[in-house]
């Protein structure tokens, strides 16, 4: 058993943490390593930020497109088709 | 009630469908069909409509269940990398030791409009490159904020499996913002 957590097995934990709440054993590893290194510490910072970036990404830059005309009137044409076939 | 209605609900919200469908499948034609699955189920279901929710908000409860149905229909037909690729790419980010193989820099806090929809169109390109299915699990994590298990249970595959996937998709991200310039204004 290594005494220490590597940065890759830091970062699968780290990236867990973000989905679930990881077992005591993985959480208290995970913590004694980003004690001491500054790499990691900026990857789990780097983890939030992407996802701040991507929930609060507006739809700004799309807001100019929408649905294709194209697809627009197939889509009618399947919702009459449905109704009145 | 009936046509009209769905009529209505395609003109009012067809385009507001087709851009939540296309920030999740990252495919202009699948979030059409997305959009079409959509408003044909509603049609079905209408009759158990009860109105208390805006129709936006029923439409786009129906749209999720759409978008997780056609991520899994490809997921079906794509083999998921399980190795091959995935490993390589990650296994460069790290020495032998485990250790990083390059020092990581904390990213700046992007401010003004210009920054952050510099940002953005690099998030877009970023997502492109990522293999389209690991794409859509990612999207479905982290710009739909589902729960891992409910992905995983919706997607039919193991936890492993899908968090695996995610964080491969979370180290390719990371590593492609950094590659297309994202965090150095705030290093210099």
């Not at chain 2, 929809?117 to 710009?143: I, T």
């Not at chain 2, 590659?179 to 290093?187: D, R, S, V």
Request: glycine share 4%; net charge neutral.
């Amino acid at each position: 058993m290594k005494w220490m957590a590597t940065c890759k097995e830091t970062t699968e934990r780290a990236s867990r943490a973000m989905d679930e709440r990881l077992p005591i054993g993985d959480r208290v590893a995970m913590r004694l390593h980003l004690a001491i290194c500054t790499n990691c510490r900026h990857f789990t910072q780097q983890l939030q930020d992407m996802r701040r970036l991507f929930r609060t990404e507006t739809t700004a830059n799309d807001e100019m497109s929408g649905l294709p005309p194209e697809a627009r009137r197939r889509i009618a044409t399947e919702l009459q088709n449905k109704l009145a076939p | 009630m009936n046509t009209l209605d769905a009529h209505r609900w395609l003109a009012d919200h067809g385009d507001y469908l087709f851009r939540v469908a296309r920030r999740q499948l990252h495919s202009d034609a699948l979030a059409e069909d997305a959009v079409q699955e959509t408003l044909l189920a509603a049609l079905t279901a209408q009759a158990r409509y009860a109105g208390d929710a805006s129709p936006r908000t029923w439409l786009t409860g129906i749209l999720k269940h759409k978008i997780v149905d056609l991520i899994r229909r490809q997921l079906r037909e794509v083999e998921i990398p399980r190795d091959a690729d995935g490993e390589e790419a990650v296994d460069s980010l790290f020495k032998q030791d485990g250790h990083w193989a390059e020092p990581l820099r904390p990213w700046g806090n992007p401010q003004t409009e210009a920054e952050l929809s510099q940002l953005r169109r690099v998030l877009g390109e970023c997502a492109e490159r990522l293999k389209p299915v690991m794409a859509q699990v990612f999207s479905l994590r982290e710009v739909a904020g589902m729960e891992t298990e409910e992905i995983c249970k919706e997607l039919a595959i193991t936890p492993t499996n899908c968090w695996v996937m995610l964080h491969r998709a979370r180290l390719f991200m990371r590593q492609c913002l950094e590659l297309n310039g994202f965090g150095k204004a705030g290093a210099a």
